[in-house]
Nanobody
Framework: VQLQASGGGLVQAGGSLRLSCAAS????????MGWHRQAPGKQREFVAG???????NYADSVKGRFTISRDNAKNTVYLQMNSLKPEDTAVYYCASPVYWGQGTQVTVSS
């Protein structure tokens, strides 16, 4: 398995979750890593990304609420999600330029 996402679950609106994605070294090292999500009936969309140097970018819908980070020693990328909204409900995927993880379900109840 090249990318393994975890940390999803059920949370009430306003709550927080932290997603993790463990990658093999060859996948992670010096690569831009991203999180994407797909809600039921919708297309997959970009959520956040981070370069190997730590520069980040976010979708407008999550700016100020989500924070992406990475631990290069652990080959792991994180997505801290705060102030969650029902519209954040989706399957969240981590991705490198070549590989996609299997996804982890995030459900936000109102």
């Amino acid at each position: 398995v090249q990318l393994q996402a975890s940390g999803g679950g059920l949370v009430q609106a306003g709550g927080s979750l932290r997603l993790s994605c463990a990658a093999s070294g060859s996948v992670f090292r010096r690569n831009y890593m991203g999180w994407h999500r797909q809600a039921p009936g919708k297309q997959r969309e970009f959520v956040a990304g981070i370069t190997d140097g730590g520069s980040t970018n976010y979708a407008d819908s999550v700016k100020g609420r989500f924070t992406i980070s990475r631990d290069n020693a652990k080959n792991t990328v994180y997505l801290q999600m705060n102030s969650l909204k029902p519209e954040d409900t989706a399957v969240y995927y981590c991705a490198s330029p070549v590989y996609w993880g299997q996804g982890t379900q995030v459900t936000v109840s109102s």
